[in-house]
């Protein structure tokens, strides 16, 4: 092999799951492939007699390795789709979730499609057509009607508009029309994109990306927009990525991957709904995309823009700390634009119906939907079917309980009429509710067809559209209907809907997990925000004993209740006022794995505040044998954050190495685990 005359030393990082090689390794580079073989294209190598891809990080003069380095194999493509920026994101993620580099390219980069490859090429080498100056098509905004209803909205876009990197944080107040949330992201990246700079818009999922493309037509010109989402399917997704890494398109948005998007001089990120628990990745290293967006923001001094209807309380740490600031309506303002809320469980309800508290559907709602649909469609939210299992008392509407744990019962699958602990397995033949003496039980929540059939009845001639599964509708039309939908699956409806019942609070914020409250204040205001104003009739009816996230609501104050959640978490030092890893696996495996980690913190005089190990609950994140496997969670504060997840990324790679033990699961601040 003769070598490339000019940096001989092809640094490859090598596509491999396995930590203790998540390092590049040098490589020579042969005169054939010497123009071919620049930074950023896929490479092939031998590794450890196979055959495996890699990107070519950089060339270099010499190597360190102190052996005869092995030849590149192949040039799989001489399109350089790894830029620096985006190379240098991948450290910073895996770094910062314990991961390895190899794992976040696989996300960040969409796999290869040969035929989009050879036309990009094919373009590449011909003169390039005339190229439109972003923000010359648009002149400089003025501030729309939507950003104009926020006391420093209009001070937020001219600050984009000129050029500047602002951080904020913004609460829209309705989900439809001209005001809705699309038309504010969409008037925020065309500021952007009017200043000469590009912008990346990350929503949860495709129906929500579908409206930020249809207002983005409104004001950007349709060639400077690339949707990067995997639903696309291979060959679209590939090609508007070229597009994307040509310059021709400055303007990026789609689901999670869109994070990583290769735009040029990148100005502003954006994500719509941050608490969804969709921007969370499924794959190794479990990043959130909020986090990779804010990760971004500060590498390439972009501005950030965090949009929801209601606030994370990670978001909320965010604007204490001073890193964002929000972006608010007045009280006026927040009265004239939302609708009237009504809870059935406060003292005044109660009086007109006594049974209210226990009724599923109580006459406040019944009397909402009846002179709703005088008017337009209603909506009607029901609990997701993944809550159906939890059992409560027939008599009192109190969650059953376990007697030796107090975890929660259900009816395990299979023959056994009797209900079973889904903490611990116990059995309970003979339960009896501990606050009323019942014997009976029923069904925390009832599902969306249910509940369709039943207020068909109620409503007979009325007709009835439902929302769920698989057959999630995107919008219905102003007519008077009854709009059925499960959470998340609410369809927007053309000029608002009329009214909506919010059902099954109680068993939204009866769930086992840390966020129940959170998400139940979330998915409230997503659904609220789609009813029309007030003064046009708007009502939402929320079915839920009076708590602080009921209360929430019928304020209209998410930033509130966003407060009031962080500061319950840093009295009792949970994320996210502190970091989290959780390690999952067999026991002998996590117990190994966590006192080698705590032995070399112990060496840096790092403590940490450990709970676990403890068997995985039912359905638990994060295990492929739950009946087995156990999990501890490890605390830390955000100031050792580094020096904690860098010993935790080396123990991972050393046990890795050793094979002595089964593999584990580290994941950093999932939400999902608590």
Known sequence: MTPAPHLPVARVLVDSPLPHLDRPFDYAVPVELDAAAQPGVRVKVKFSGQDLGGYLLERVAESDAGHTLLPLAKVVSAVPVLTPAVRDLALTVAARYAGTVSDVLRVAVPPRVASVDKDYLAAAGQAPPPQETPGSAVARPAAPAAWSAYRNGPAFLRHLADGGCPRAVVNPLQGFGPAGWPHLLAAAVAAVHASGRGAIVVVPDQRDLGRLEAALAELVPAGAV?????????????????????????????????????????????????????????????????????????????????????????????????WALPVEADRPEVRRSVPRVLN?????????????????????AWRAAREGLQRGPVLVQVARAGYLPSLACETCREPARCQSCQGPL??????????????????????????????????????????????????????????????????????????????????????????????????????????????????????????????????????????????????????????????????????????????????????????????????????????????????????????????????????????????LRAAKAAAAAKRTDEPVQLRLDGVDVL
């Not at 109660?350 to 599923?360: F, N, T, V």
């Not at 949970?574 to 060496?603: I, M, S």
């Open 344 to 364: 059935t469980a406060d003292s005044f309800e109660q009086e007109r119906d006594p049974l209210a508290r226990i009724a599923r559907l109580p006459g406040a």
């Open 410 to 647: 259900a009816f395990a699958a299979g023959s056994s009429p009797a209900p079973q602990c889904r903490w611990c397995s116990t059995t309970a033949p003979d339960w009896a509710c501990p606050h009323c003496g019942g014997r009976r039980l029923r069904k925390g929540a009832t599902g969306v067809l249910r509940t369709a059939e039943e207020l068909g009845r109620g409503f007979p001639g009325k007709t009835v559209i439902t929302s769920s599964g698989d057959q999630v509708k995107a919008t219905v039309g102003p007519a008077k209907a009854l709009v059925v939908a499960t959470i998340g699956a609410e369809p927007v409806a053309d000029g608002g809907y009329a009214a909506a019942l919010l059902l099954d609070g109680d068993s939204l914020l009866r769930r086992e997990n840390l966020r129940a409250g959170e998400d139940t204040v979330r998915r409230w205001f997503n659904a609220a925000a789609l009813v029309r104003p007030a003064a046009e009739g708007g009502l939402v009816v929320v079915t839920a004993a009076e708590t602080a996230a009921v209360g929430a609501l019928l304020r209209w104050d998410p930033a509130g209740y966003a407060a009031r959640e962080l500061a319950l978490r840093a009295d009792l030092q949970l994320p996210p006022a502190v970091r989290v890893a959780a390690v999952t696996g067999p026991r002998t495996a996590v117990e190994h794995f966590t006192a080698a980690a705590a032995a070399d913190l112990a060496a840096a005089d790092i403590t940490l505040r450990t709970a676990g190990p403890a068997p995985l609950l039912h359905g638990a994140a994060g295990s492929r044998r739950p009946a087995e496997d156990v999990r501890t969670l490890l605390f830390f504060p955000y100031g050792q954050a580094a020096a904690v997840v860098r010993v």
């Open 226 to 322: 690339a949707r990067l989402t995997a639903e696309d399917g291979p060959t679209p997704r590939y090609s508007n990525f070229l597009r994307v890494l040509a310059g021709t398109a400055s303007v990026v948005i789609g689901t999670r991957s869109a994070a990583y998007a290769p735009v040029r001089n990148l100005g502003m990120v954006a994500c719509w709904d941050d608490g969804d628990d969709l921007h969370l990745e499924q794959r190794a290293p479990y990043a959130h995309t909020r986090e990779v967006l804010l990760l971004r923001a500060g590498q390439e001094n972009a501005a950030c823009l965090l949009a929801g209807h209601s606030r994370s309380t990670e978001v909320q740490r965010l604007v204490e700390s001073g």
